[in-house]
């Protein structure tokens, strides 16, 4: 904390629960540090549904980040556990490293005829998809930065959200 010129860390991501230590000492640590004011809230990574449950039973959890796409929905279960509890639910991996922009992907044709870039059309996806979504795409460059800050303002039609809805599987 002292190198990141802090006094209390906001939000603590609690990235991976370790099945060689019991929870109740993992997540322990990280109440203590709450009741010592140097940690805000908690938050979880890759987890499930019955995870997410015996945690709060120990400490409230504000997020949970699981990997989450257009195209990857194996995380659907948590995000609709996370919307039933008001957690935020960060998406992690939102864009897939770029996977979902190939050129010539159904992704690809689609924002083609959008005339928005396939990670415009992703992330979009993603803040219709769900009122709890955070998502927080990797951003390396400043054009990058402004192409996703422009997602917000883009009109895309509820019929091509359906037609993305269809490319993963499940989803609302």
């Given at each position: 904390?002292?190198?990141?010129?802090?006094?209390?860390?906001?939000?603590?991501?609690?990235?991976?629960?370790?099945?060689?230590?019991?929870?109740?000492?993992?997540?322990?640590?990280?109440?203590?540090?709450?009741?010592?004011?140097?940690?805000?809230?908690?938050?979880?990574?890759?987890?499930?549904?019955?995870?997410?449950?015996?945690?709060?039973?120990?400490?409230?959890?504000?997020?949970?980040?699981?990997?989450?796409?257009?195209?990857?929905?194996?995380?659907?279960?948590?995000?609709?556990?996370?919307?039933?509890?008001?957690?935020?639910?960060?998406?992690?991996?939102p864009?897939g490293?770029?996977?979902?922009?190939?050129?010539?992907?159904?992704?690809?044709?689609?924002?083609?005829?959008?005339?928005?870039?396939?990670s415009?059309?992703?992330?979009?996806?993603?803040?219709?998809?769900?009122?709890?979504?955070?998502?927080?795409?990797?951003?390396?460059?400043?054009?990058?930065?402004?192409?996703?800050?422009?997602?917000?303002?883009?009109?895309?039609?509820?019929?091509?959200?359906?037609?993305?809805?269809?490319?993963?599987?499940?989803?609302?």
């Amino acid at each position: 904390m002292r190198r990141l010129r802090l006094e209390r860390i906001d939000l603590f991501q609690l990235h991976r629960i370790d099945d060689k230590v019991p929870a109740e000492e993992q997540l322990g640590t990280l109440k203590q540090l709450q009741a010592e004011g140097k940690i805000k809230h908690i938050g979880l990574s890759e987890v499930s549904v019955r995870q997410i449950e015996h945690a709060r039973k120990l400490v409230p959890i504000v997020t949970v980040e699981n990997r989450y796409s257009v195209l990857d929905r194996g995380a659907e279960d948590v995000l609709e556990y996370s919307e039933r509890e008001n957690i935020g639910f960060i998406p992690w991996f939102p864009l897939g490293a770029g996977q979902l922009s190939a050129a010539g992907s159904k992704l690809a044709r689609i924002a083609a005829q959008e005339k928005i870039t396939p990670s415009q059309l992703a992330l979009l996806w993603l803040l219709r998809r769900s009122p709890v979504m955070l998502p927080i795409p990797g951003t390396s460059r400043v054009e990058h930065l402004a192409e996703n800050v422009a997602t917000v303002s883009a009109a895309v039609e509820d019929g091509t959200i359906h037609e993305l809805n269809k490319l993963g599987g499940k989803a609302r």
